[in-house]
């Protein structure tokens, strides 16, 4: 059975809000005691957050669907309906989420960091909260905003210091063993390593992460082996460590060849994706060189053959040998150098601004669109709320529903586009819409609303 995952598809549905309450308070002696519909509870929301104990994606792939608690409908009496439960799912931390057409929508790192995934609809209005000197009485609520929903691919970039790299078998699962506590599968067969294996590392007072990224091969960036899979695991290391195996009997691999290769498909993979940390090249970061397996006899003088060449590169070159811990002493203090270094030099995290632009007093609120059918349709956030919220059963709710479209200028609107009696009106998006036949002669807006019976409308009838 598998144990990590690094790449899921998790869809998200928010709690739908609770419809409003449409009572009349009644006692003895007061039949008609005046509206108390309570209030809609608000949906829950779907959120996602950093947790340190959570490592991998895998539980999505067992649960790819989560929703969020719905809403209470209000009741009579005053008594507002109780709200959704929040769903918080852990996620672990360099996780990015992306939409369903791949723009990335968060990229999530740091314990505690949270990004809502889907907000929970409002809950309705009930009839107290709706009363007012025309509409004293009124026999019909709001209904709950239905919660957002949305198809999410989330990634997961493992967070390390230090992202050891180099061709199948060069020695990286033992070399993060004999470094520290990680128990990674070992075997003399190629890919052994099938998921990256992080190891907690000690020099001196220093403590930092090495991953062990599953090897690489030539074109690796381009979807073969499993160096596809696996190269976004180095775009957050702050050093690269390319381990060199000077042992190997394979044909027509040497270390130089072998570090020319890799070197290729790092600069080939951040040519697609970009570079992954703060913007600096893989290429631009130290980089180190680890020549593995000096306990064989061939290999220790094939090291001191290509030393010179690699150091020429300006890179700093260890011989080391995993079996015997030979070597390691010295690479490990050298890493924790470059680890406290770059923590040094690290950008402060400046803490994110609330940034409020309040809309211009004359944006509109609406835009009417003529649709190649000829009809009109009302894109904008607030007719297209309020026709959820309308309970189209109710002539009162829908009467209602007109007034607050008036008052909002949409008529006017509408007869300054070309709109006449009898057209199609669509309010929302284009392919689910709420159509109506327009009816410039019906008043609505301002004293418009002629009080009758509870749930009807004398314009309607």
Known sequence: MAEFADHAVLKVQAGH??????SVHREKFKPLGGPDGGNGGRGGSVILEVNASTATLLDFHRRPVRKAGNGNQ?????????????LIIRIPNGTVVLSSDGEVLADLMGTGTQYVAA?????????AALASRTR?????????????????TLELKTVADIGLVGFPNAGKSSLIAAMSAARPKIADYPFTTLIPNLGVVEAGD?????????????????????GHNFLKHVERCSALVHVLDCATAEAGRDPISDLDTIEAELASYEAIVGPGLAGTSMMDRPRIVVL???????ARDLADLVKAEIQARGLAVYEVSA???EGLRELRYAMAQIVVEARATRAEPVAERLVIRPRATNEPDFEVVITPEGNYLIRGEKPVRWVRQTDFTNDEAIGYLADRLARLGVEQALAEAGAGAGDTVLIGDYDDAVVFDWDPELMAGGRAHVAGPRGSDRRLA
């Open 17 to 22: 809000g609770g419809h409003g309450c449409a």
């Open 74 to 86: 209000g009741e009579g009496n005053n008594r507002n309906g109780a709200a959704g439960d929040d």
């Open 119 to 127: 907000a929970g609809g409002r809950g309705g209005l009930g009839n």
């Open 136 to 152: 004293r009485a009124p026999g019909f609520a709001l209904k709950g905003e239905p919660g957002e929903a949305q198809d999410l």
């Open 206 to 226: 220093v403590q930092f992460v090495v991953a062990d990224v599953p090897g690489l091969i030539p074109g690796a960036s381009e979807g073969k082996g499993l």
């Open 292 to 298: 593995n397996k000096i306990d064989v006899p061939e």
């Open 323 to 325: 079996a015997t811990t």
